[in-house]
């Protein structure tokens, strides 16, 4: 038994002698999407593929590609890396973990303007100059976008394409720089974006969620957040399924260090 | 070079056809008495192939009959050349002197070529920024370069016009023209007029507004630049605009039929063609969708997205508009080419410009006023009832509007249209015009959840099928005149390359499972095949060697919209891949991979 031990030990010392490093963690990333990532591993997804990788007992290496359309075939499914470290649930490109956060979308507006807006049936969104973001994918928009056009909310609408200028270091903020400058009152955005820049522009920013959180037949304004990886490696997603459990408190406080707004549902 | 003026007279082939009659050939003589009242269609060029319509009539017709519908079977390949690159290929090569060009998808490379051996001679490289291919809304083509002065000029996907020695590849200018960092790029191919390069914008899902801007032929100077949406100053429109139908005559309607400030990132690019009448001295070209608002977010016209222009080329300003797809719901881009013919349309000579418009309607158009003569549909179309020819409006079918969260099947044609960018070919002698285009339809089945840019939402899915017959594309021959299809072929791809015709009495068309065709232009018989390497989606010309011989040249490599699948590698199994094209593709990886390459016929 204790030959055999011995044996082992000897074996294990002359295989790591011999190996190589251990394979790093292939991350696909936008390099220029704050909060959520950035070449400068500014991000909370930066932050949390740190942590993921230090578990996995490795490091991060990025594939870095504008997350838009054609992003998971030129990163993931092209084999150029191998986790996405934000998606949502149900988006079918990728074999996703149990979400490790869910948001919402707010309203957002100056503090000192104090609206505290909260329903998307308050009446003085009919008068308001409100921001929407846009995904322009075929027409379809993101939900608060929909859900005030049928409202009849559509002469104060401004749009915000959400990618925004990709030169700018910020390239999502635009719609929150309106807010700060007064160019609109009111903007609807996704909590994440929200919540990271409120503090962080020119002017503070309070927000709130949007209500109601869903809208049947189509529309829902939370959103659970995944990892996920490519469809046929579970094996990975069962590993970075296991991280995230195991460190669900540093994960909640990369989300805190961020002002990530968190919802219970769905 | 020999530019004579591309809308010639035809007083040359109407004595042909009195000298047929005479020695007694009837056949032929009642064959040629009919074509011989169209105008419009010579390629004067003297064999070259300076821009990638041929002529400024955009006929693509040419003169050269080398090649007949007798002999055409004895056709082969006299050299090929790979480009090296994968995405899809939908450039047509460029014929001036003694050389052959083309310009490839994404990195934009230049390639200069012997035209009678293939020799390679020179290259040019742009070297486009790389986060162009990220940014990019769609696949990474490029749909050519135009030859004028010494010169090729074409676009990179990064935004920059490019001016180059025709002789030596020696880079006269580069003007940079707009910012890929928010969303802008360019695949259209320009075109020269009166030392006006004439280019326009790509990237309408991206919030990018729509603009043609003409630059200096010598020294790559921004002239003007005529705005898609917006105030009239900023679309050029002045004094002379004058629109055919009244409810096009409101002041500052690119402003009045949106709510607020929504054209200011109102789409409306202008990524396809540019024809050209000398006569008239006016430019034409369309205009794509509105975007990247939803249509419940902009209840109005959307002027002026999925609309033509008329326009002055040396200063940019508007003579007439008309919106083809007011509002547009389908995704139905206005920016395919205009054929300009004159045509004996209910007895009277009129000079038109025909439009086989995205919406599936073949529009004959007054090209001085813009009149509507008569608006046909050349495919299966239920997503509209019909054009008003007294008001011009299309009249929509509500029944087939795609709705966020509600389930709409068989809507057609489908986002792509009956037909998309893919440029049809006229032919003086036949009086007919074929057009490669799909028979595709969609469904919107149902919400799935997106994302992009870190931002999750609800998207529809679409999905898209073969619409009625079960084949997915068609190279339809046209008769504008009786605005009815004299034939039709059936093919199982959409047809996504262009066509050119000839005065041997052959049309050349490619398909996506790689098979290039000469058919006869009158009957459509099959005369010739030949499997290319890759699918075909690029535009075939034809030129007369340094050798005095006909050629015919055309470049392979799948990809586009259409051939998404195999040149970006996407997933058989995701049907909403590609904006839903994915679904309607799903077999082409077994007929076709990828890879450009030009192939160059000539008889033995």
Redesign the interface.
């Known amino acids: 038994m204790r030959l055999h031990a011995l044996g082992l030990a000897v074996f294990t010392l002359a295989t790591i002698a011999a190996a190589p490093a251990p394979p790093p963690l292939r991350v696909c990333a936008?390099p220029n999407?704050l909060p959520?990532s950035n070449a400068k591993g500014e991000g909370f997804e930066n932050r949390m593929a740190e942590l993921l990788a230090r578990e996995l007992g490795t490091r991060v290496e990025y594939t870095w590609?504008?997350?838009?359309?054609?992003?998971v075939?030129?990163t993931l499914?092209?084999g150029a890396c191998e986790l996405i470290v934000?998606?949502?649930?149900?988006?079918?490109?990728v074999l996703a973990t149990r979400p490790y956060y869910r948001s919402t979308y707010v309203f957002v507006w100056r503090r000192d303007r104090a609206l505290d807006v909260r329903s998307l049936d308050d009446p003085r969104l009919q008068g308001l100059r409100v921001g929407v973001?846009?995904?322009?994918?075929?027409?379809?928009?993101?939900?608060p976008?929909?859900a005030l056009?049928?409202r009849g909310i559509?002469?104060?609408?401004?749009?915000y394409?959400?990618?925004g200028?990709?030169?700018?270091s910020a390239?999502?903020a635009a719609i929150l720089d309106a807010v700060v400058h007064g160019d609109i009152d009111v903007a609807v955005v996704?909590g994440?974006?929200a919540g990271y820049f409120a503090g962080r522009l020119g002017a503070p920013l309070d927000w709130a969620p949007v209500s109601p959180a869903a809208e049947?037949?189509?529309?829902?304004f939370t959103?659970a957040?995944a990892a996920g990886v490519r469809k046929t490696d579970a094996a990975l997603r069962d590993r970075v399924q296991t991280a995230l459990d195991r460190h669900a408190d540093e994960v909640a406080a990369i989300l805190d260090a961020y002002a990530v707004p968190r919802v219970a549902t769905p | 070079v020999n530019r004579r003026k591309a809308l010639c007279s035809t007083r040359g082939r109407r004595v042909a056809a009195s000298l047929a009659a005479l020695i007694g050939i009837l056949l032929l003589a009642a064959l040629l008495a009919h074509p011989t009242r169209h105008v419009g269609a010579a390629n004067s060029d003297e064999g070259q192939w300076l821009r990638p319509a041929g002529d400024y009539a955009s006929t693509r017709y040419s003169a050269l009959a080398q090649i007949t519908s007798d002999n055409v079977k004895q056709l082969r390949l006299a050299w090929s050349f790979s480009t090296g690159f994968n995405r899809g290929h939908e450039a047509a090569p460029l014929v001036a002197g003694d050389m052959v060009y083309i310009v490839t998808p994404y990195p934009n490379v230049l390639y200069a070529l012997d035209a009678q051996r293939g020799s390679l001679r020179w290259k040019y490289e742009p070297k486009p920024v790389p986060a162009a291919q990220g940014v990019a809304c769609c696949d990474h083509v490029n749909r050519g370069a135009v030859y004028a002065d010494g010169r090729i000029v074409f676009n990179t996907l990064d935004m920059h016009t490019v001016a180059v020695d025709a002789r030596t590849g020696r880079e006269l200018w580069k003007t940079k023209l707009g910012d890929i960092n928010r969303g802008e790029t360019m695949t259209m191919a320009p075109l020269v007029v009166k030392n006006k390069v004439l280019v326009g914008n790509s990237g309408g899902e991206l919030g990018v507004r729509g603009w043609l801007t003409a630059l200096d032929l010598a020294s790559g100077k921004i002239a003007w630049r005529a705005y898609s949406t917006g105030p009239d100053a900023d679309i050029l429109i002045g004094p002379a605009f004058k629109p055919f139908y009244a409810s096009d005559r409101t002041p500052n309607l690119g402003v009045s039929t949106w709510p607020s400030e929504a054209w200011r990132i109102g789409g409306g690019t202008v990524w396809g063609w540019i024809s050209y009448d000398p006569e008239l001295d006016l430019i034409y070209y369309g205009t794509a969708n509105p975007g990247p608002w939803n249509p419940e977010q902009r209840p109005g016209d959307n002027k002026w997205t999925s609309s033509i222009f008329a326009r002055r080329p040396e200063t940019g300003e508007a003579v007439w508009a008309y919106q083809f797809s007011p509002h547009d719901e389908h995704d139905y881009d206005a920016i395919n080419e205009q054929i300009l013919l004159d045509l004996d349309i209910k007895g009277a000579r009129r000079r038109v410009l025909v439009r086989p418009e995205r919406n599936g309607y073949v529009y004959v158009m007054d090209r001085g006023t813009g009149e509507i003569l008569s608006a046909t549909p050349y495919a299966y179309v239920n997503s509209s009832k019909g054009v008003d020819l007294k008001t011009g409006r299309l009249e929509m079918n509500h029944e087939k509007t795609p709705v966020l969260g509600k389930v709409v099947r068989d809507i057609c044609p489908a986002s792509p249209g009956a037909k998309d960018w893919q440029p049809a070919a006229w032919s003086p002698r036949t009086g007919l015009l074929y057009l490669p285009h799909q028979n595709l339809c969609m469904d919107v089945e149902a919400v799935d959840t997106s994302y992009i840019a870190g931002t999750p939402f609800v998207g529809m899915n679409v999905r898209m099928v073969a619409g009625p017959g079960g084949h997915r594309g068609e190279l339809t021959a046209w008769d504008p005149v009786r605005a009815r299809a004299a034939w039709k072929l059936k093919e199982r791809f959409p047809v996504w390359s262009g066509a050119v015709a000839t005065a041997g009495d052959v049309v050349f068309y490619g398909t996506m499972d790689r098979w290039f065709k000469a058919v006869h232009a009158k009957t459509g018989e099959l005369l010739w095949q030949f499997q290319t390497g890759s699918g075909i989606i690029g535009q075939p010309i034809t030129y007369r060697g340094p050798d005095g011989k006909q050629y015919v040249a055309v470049l392979d490599g799948v990809g586009g919209w259409a051939g998404a699948i195999v040149a970006g590698d996407l997933d058989a199994r995701d049907a909403g891949a590609a904006l839903g094209f994915v679904n309607a593709m799903r077999d082409l990886p077994q007929h076709t991979s990828k890879g450009g390459t030009l192939s160059v016929f000539a008889l033995p």
């Open positions: 936008d999407n959520f590609w504008a997350q838009r359309r054609g992003f075939r030129n499914d092209a934000g998606v949502p649930v149900g988006w079918d490109p973001q846009l995904v322009g994918d075929n027409g379809v928009n993101t939900p976008a929909h056009a049928a559509v002469d104060n609408v401004r749009g394409p959400v990618y200028d990709y030169a700018s390239p999502s996704w994440p974006v049947p037949p189509a529309l829902r959103f957040i």
